[in-house]
């Protein structure tokens, strides 16, 4: 898969990250609103990997998130996302719905993963389950987003629909278990791998710094 | 249990943090490390509270650690602990066991946890699990580190083993699992929880600022 430069095609290649994410994924949402800023920042590139993390839990025999498969951790994880979010300046609503549902979006975000819009749709997709609490797995909700950005929606949503785009998003999903990518954000800079929005400084850091 | 001040009687109540450990636990070792300093800077007193991730982990079907029992998760775990060790300056040698037995040590941590010598007994302790990749379940390897100490070390360990520290002990592990401890190390400021070495800050920052 080649990435098509977006306006950096200057920095050398190692000056980039790769951040793997979900939308269904609430520690996604803190790297996803992030990640832009402090990139440019430190003269980064990022390069956008939506990936469904469903399938890598069903590897692990989980039939959810362990969020909700722990009890305890569950309970704790609502708390840490009100302080982390308060800590970033981050709006936070608890979804009431966890995890969501998040295909259509997900097809859409791979197909847009080089082009110049990626950063906002994620954006706002993530601010839908995550600020606004709405559902964000049907066409009327990935489409208010897209047209919102002046893209032409239902062109977009076909061409995410499609069999070729939708094999591609298996193939990503099958890429990430093999790099051991075991839950989202997860960020490699080359071969070397930070799990978590608690390693994006570290990843970033990583690749400004060769 | 009551907590007998050592040196910080004029703290309030406010400007404490249990710490939640176990020696077996290569991000607690992290923690056992870091927090005097950090603590001593801000103001705040520690409260040490050892206790067993065994029984908790058992609790929720797991019959090892998941850096065990999930690979891609423990390949990353090792690679994370090189990192972190070097960003915090700190020693690290991966242990050839993993997890490492830890009852006596946490024996005596439990009956010591409120004395002046804890928190020199833990980071000589995690020192031998994480950097000198020695055995720390043995009653010579205990014995070394209190003689070391200037302790009496018989005396404390035969303590350690008597019938009320040991039930103490499952009584300690049984109150984690009550206030929702799921993992280690865990920071508790009053009834506020924070799960992770990289949640230490916060817990210091939280218990200082009231």
Chains 1, 2 share one sequence.
Not at 128 to 155: G, H, K, W, Y
Request: glycine content about 6%; some cysteine; proline content about 7%.
């Amino acid at each position: 898969m080649t990435d098509i430069p977006t306006g950096s095609q200057l920095l050398p290649p190692s000056r980039q990250v790769e951040m793997w994410f979900e939308f269904g994924s609430n520690y996604s949402y803190l790297s996803v609103m992030r990640i832009d800023g402090l990139a440019a920042r430190a003269g980064v590139r990022v390069l956008w990997r939506p990936f469904l993390l469903g399938p890598i839990f069903k590897s692990f025999g989980w039939e959810s998130s362990p969020f909700v498969l722990q009890a305890a951790k569950g309970a704790y994880v609502w708390k840490d996302m009100q302080r982390q979010c308060q800590k970033y300046g981050l709006e936070w609503k608890r979804p009431s719905q966890f995890p969501r549902r998040t295909l259509l979006p997900m097809r859409v975000a791979l197909l847009g993963a080089s082009r110049p819009w990626i950063g906002d749709f994620c954006r706002q997709v993530m601010s839908q389950n995550f600020v606004a609490d709405r559902d964000i797995d049907t066409p009327e909700s990935v489409a208010e987003i897209l047209t919102a950005l002046a893209l032409p929606a239902q062109e977009i949503i076909r061409e995410a629909e499609a069999e070729p785009n939708k094999l591609r998003l298996r193939e990503q999903t099958e890429t990430a278990a093999h790099r051991g990518v075991f839950g989202a954000p997860t960020f490699f800079v080359r071969e070397e791998i930070f799990w978590g929005n608690d390693r994006l400084e570290d990843a970033i850091e990583f690749a400004a710094g060769d």
